[in-house]
């Protein structure tokens, strides 16, 4: 029954913009060509840094799903700029940096999604998926389970 629900959704792809931020251009393309593969509906762009995404969303270009790695991040106040400017944007972590604090930092500033960049397809796609159909909802993969008990108070 479950399953029906979701395939009646699935019929009716509205086309979402993702975002990657990923100075590191060969896993950036590997992330942004995997997505396109999986979800042919989204529209991935790919991105240096996060200055790149005021220009989008300025430019009145919604952003549905942004990738980022925080490691990267000069700035966190930039991502709390892009929840307080554009609310709707799901964020998702795609870092190798695994630290609870940072975790729960990153938490506190609306990210509700984390992968790591060794993680597989599958858990890509459902953190993908469930930014898109449950935004609110928090996606750990497995190996950021000892950060659980941090975002749960």
Request: glycine share 2%.
């Amino acid at each position: 029954m479950l399953d029906n629900i979701f395939a009646s959704k699935s019929l009716f792809h509205k086309p979402l913009n993702v975002l990657i931020v990923e100075p590191n251009r060969q896993q950036g393309r590997q992330l942004s060509e995997f997505i396109k593969s999986q979800r042919p509906h989204f529209k991935v762009l790919l991105l240096e840094n996060s200055e790149q995404v005021f220009s989008l969303i300025y430019g009145q270009m919604s952003i549905d799903i942004l990738f980022f790695d925080i490691e990267e991040e000069s700035n966190t106040d930039n991502l709390a700029l892009i929840k307080a400017i554009s609310p709707q944007t799901s964020l998702i972590h795609w870092s190798d940096y695994q630290h609870p604090e940072v975790i729960e930092l990153l938490y506190s500033l609306g990210v509700n999604s984390f992968c790591t960049k060794e993680s597989d397809a599958q858990i890509i796609l459902e953190a993908t998926d469930l930014a898109v159909n449950y935004p609110q909802s928090l996606y750990l993969d497995q190996r950021l389970h000892q950060c659980l008990p941090l975002l749960q108070n």
